[in-house]
């Protein structure tokens, strides 16, 4: 009897294609997924985007920008001359984390190379900050050193033309080696400046604010839409294409209601955040009600897309797990997009997830304008108009036949 349940239940298996997918290929993904974030956070090697830029012409800093150049964990953008500029870049969020070298790496009244960090990733700055002290202790000694001696020669009286001779002649030995044992860091060798300082909540919070709302208005929608197969197995959705409008009707009011409710959920979410962890969106509640909108349109489209596809609810909430779950792996509704690997991070911009975590941050705490999230709120936009419009398709055509 025991062998015969085994064989019954193993049958049903075999036969449920998506029983299979959601029980054999979705937790390998999953893992593939988090193993490659997690084997790059297990190291101080995280694939940073990083803002260059330097203000001289040094010697010294065109050794230093090859140097981190030729580091595979460091995406560096062409060398600006300004420090606003890679401030600029990482305010804006084009930049995981900004390195701007200063003029003379010889002065001592200043650190001569600026970390630029952003509130929201403060584990990029110390990662850089790590990355830089090792790089210049292994590749530049010459550079410590000269900056050690430029801190101690005041306390000595100064150095006699002969001792600077020789001092000069060995820094130059030093630099022409391209390995080196020494492992002491140059004092005040890096400084570190946030930009865009936030006010109330921990920025980690904001963050999560924004992918959780997203997540579950996915999950949300998704649950919600697979209605539809119902009423379209029980035969309603037959009586209403008798109507002068069709099944448009139903897909469109579904769209609507799906559209409210994820409104309704984001808000609560938010309230919450903001009753017990003081994140603010009064100042922006216009840009975040028209981004909220934009996402409940998305999830809802999407969803819709996915009930009109399957053919029956079990199927639906086995293909909406799958698509929910790996967009808000890869889009960052999990773990920070910038502490995963470069082709993954690529990969979730195809996510709304990415989109809706993106449009939040860049309105409600970098402070960014409309017209700088328009790519962001059009993205969502044509999710939500290309699945609704693929489901009224697809509803039409299974009546037909």
């Not at 012409?57 to 062409?78: G, Y």
Request: aromatic share 6%.
């Amino acid at each position: 009897m025991i062998a015969s349940i085994l064989r019954v239940m193993a049958l049903s298996l075999i036969r449920d294609r998506g029983a299979l997918v959601l029980a054999f290929i979705l937790p390998p993904v999953i893992f593939v997924i988090f193993a490659a974030i997690f084997a790059a956070t297990a190291t101080d090697k995280l694939p940073l985007k990083v803002a260059f830029g330097k203000a001289a012409n040094h010697e010294a800093w065109h050794r230093f920008e090859k140097v981190l150049r030729d580091d595979p964990s460091l995406h560096l953008t062409s060398a600006a001359s300004r420090e606003v500029e890679v401030r600029r870049q990482v305010e804006r969020g084009t930049a995981d984390v900004g390195l701007f070298l200063r003029d003379d790496p010889d002065i001592t009244e200043a650190a001569p190379v600026l970390i630029v960090v952003e509130p929201s990733k403060p584990l990029a700055g110390a990662v850089l900050a790590g990355q830089v002290q090792r790089l210049v202790a292994r590749d530049l000694p010459d550079l410590a050193l000269s900056r050690t001696i430029s801190t101690i020669e005041p306390l000595l009286g100064g150095l006699t033309p002969e001792q600077g001779e020789r001092l000069t002649k060995g820094i130059a030995e030093l630099a022409a080696k391209t390995t080196s044992t020494a492992s002491h860091e140059g004092p005040g060798l890096v400084e570190t400046v946030t930009v865009g300082a936030p006010q109330g909540a921990n920025t980690a919070v904001k963050y999560y604010t924004g992918a959780v709302a997203i997540l579950f208005l996915l999950f949300s929608a998704m649950q919600s839409a697979a209605i539809l197969i119902d009423e379209r197995n029980s035969g309603i959705l037959d009586r209403i294409a008798v109507m002068p409008a069709g099944p448009e009707v139903l897909v469109y009011g579904k769209f609507l209601f799906l559209v409210a409710q994820g409104v309704i959920q984001a808000g609560l979410i938010f309230a919450a955040a903001a009753v017990f962890y003081d994140v603010n969106v009064i100042t922006k509640v216009g840009l975040w009600l028209l981004i909220t909108i934009a996402a409940a349109m998305a999830a809802s489209g999407l969803a819709l897309a996915v009930a009109a596809t399957c053919t029956t609810k079990q199927q639906a909430q086995t293909i909406s797990t799958f698509i929910v779950l790996i967009c808000s792996a890869v889009g960052g509704s999990m773990v920070p997009r910038f502490m995963m690997p470069l082709w993954l991070q690529d990969l979730g911009w195809l996510t709304p997830n990415s989109w809706v975590i993106e449009a939040y941050q860049d309105a409600l705490w970098r402070g960014q304008a409309l017209p700088e999230i328009m790519p962001e709120l059009l993205s969502l936009f044509a999710l939500a108009a290309i699945g609704t419009i693929y489901a009224v398709a697809i509803s039409k055509r299974r009546l037909r036949l």
